[in-house]
């Protein structure tokens, strides 16, 4: 399985687009895809409590979040209120991991199929088995 360490900071890298998690420094709120700058707003520290994954951004402090309830198209965002996550392998691939809304079977995903053009729109959607739904996370501080 990926290597994911309570304290440490990523890149969280989308396996088909190649693009990574990125929060919008002029808003603070909006997620998408991005090819990687090293920019803070593209760091994330996680942190594991009580089996739940949380994943702050090293420029703002703000938790990635779904906003509102789980459906297919929800957006990820930045929220100033923490959220926990589920972190799993992939069915077909242990190598690469599924970032799941507990107890639903929704997980992140980059839209429109893994659409590698920056500014495409990271929300979540029930779990299939595109690709554009698994992620790596790679250290960030390079």
Not at 44 to 73: M, P
Not at 92 to 107: A, G, S, W, Y
Request: glycine fraction near 12%.
């Amino acid at each position: 399985m990926a290597d994911v360490r309570d304290g440490g900071i990523y890149k969280i890298v989308n396996v088909k687009g190649h693009t990574v998690i990125d929060l919008n420094s002029n808003d603070d709120r909006s997620i998408a895809g991005y090819e990687w700058h090293g920019g803070d707003n593209q760091k994330w520290v996680a942190s594991t409590q009580n089996g739940l994954w949380y994943f702050k951004s090293v420029a703002s402090g703000r938790y990635l979040a779904i906003d509102g309830e789980a459906s297919d198209n929800g957006a990820v965002v930045g929220s100033t209120n923490p959220f926990g996550w589920n972190i799993w392998p992939d069915e077909d691939n242990v190598n690469v991991l599924r970032i799941c809304v507990p107890n639903t079977r929704h997980n992140v995903d980059l839209s429109d199929h893994g659409n590698p053009n920056p500014g495409t729109p990271i929300t979540i959607w029930g779990r299939w088995k595109g690709t554009n739904q698994t992620w790596t996370f790679e250290p960030g501080w390079c």
